[in-house]
């Protein structure tokens, strides 16, 4: 089963334009990943957030994670065409991290 | 070495073949993964090894055999596939313990079957 779902499931933007995406999931997590896939390629990690932080930086993408609504949103700053990809949600629960379910995906698109 | 590789990158088979994909990594990761992708959808697990031994399978047809020589390499065997077998499939890997969250991946084989 599905446990994130990202919303919006596409966005298209100017370059630097921020972009701002948004994962909900269903369970009590352990974590929660975001990942970024270039068309059709293999998955690139982002940053991952733990269930007992709030907000994490790594350089132009900012993520906030609130366990009450169990919600997570990824922010991407001054954009540029290469940001161009589709971005998942990812999450692990429960006693294992080896199982990450995915959410739908996020297709972003920067216009140069 | 970061990288996870993977070959081939594109195999088309017909529904009688008998074929493998391939992936390694030299991270010294000790969990391996396959996912498979169909087109716009999000990657789906199939296969989870830990030191080598088979810790997850969630229930993948028996036309997919998946193989763990050594904690480098890792191999699916397919036989007998489906046209809805066509997909993009990703390997993984990860550490083991306190970090084995991380994944990384491979850049996918592209597998059409006919």
């Known amino acids: 089963s599905q446990q994130g779902e990202e919303d919006p499931q596409a966005l298209s933007i100017q370059e630097g334009e921020n972009a701002t995406m948004n994962c909900s999931y269903k369970?009590?997590?352990?974590?929660l990943q975001w990942y970024r896939q270039n068309s059709g390629r293999g998955l690139v990690h982002l940053i991952l957030?733990?269930?007992?932080?709030r907000e994490k930086h790594s350089g132009r993408l900012r993520v906030t994670l609130d366990t009450s609504k169990k919600s997570s949103s990824l922010l991407i700053t001054a954009s540029r065409a290469a940001d161009t990809a589709s971005y998942f949600c990812?999450?692990?629960?429960?006693?294992?991290?080896?199982?990450?379910?995915f959410g739908k995906g996020t297709l972003l698109t920067v216009n140069p | 070495d970061t990288e996870v590789t993977q070959t081939p990158k594109h195999l088309v088979m017909g529904m009688t073949n008998k074929k493998s994909l391939k992936c390694e990594q030299h991270?010294?990761?000790?969990?391996m993964y396959w996912y498979k992708q169909k087109a716009k959808k999000p990657p789906e697990l199939m296969f989870v090894?830990?030191?080598?031994?088979?810790?997850i399978n969630e229930s993948v047809p028996s036309r997919f055999s998946p193989e763990c020589p050594n904690s480098s390499l890792l191999n699916l065997h397919l036989h007998a596939l489906q046209p809805e077998d066509s997909a993009l499939y990703l390997c993984?890997?990860?550490?083991?313990?306190?970090?084995?969250?991380?994944?990384?991946f491979g850049p996918g084989t592209r597998l059409l079957v006919l």
């Open positions: 991270m010294g990761h000790r969990a």
């Open positions: 090894y830990s030191y080598e031994k088979l810790s």
């Open positions: 993984a890997s990860s550490q083991v313990g306190g970090a084995q969250e991380t994944q990384y």
């Open positions: 990812a999450t692990s629960s429960g006693g294992s991290n080896y199982k990450l379910t």
């Open positions: 369970t009590s997590i352990n974590n």
């Open positions: 957030i733990r269930s007992n932080e």
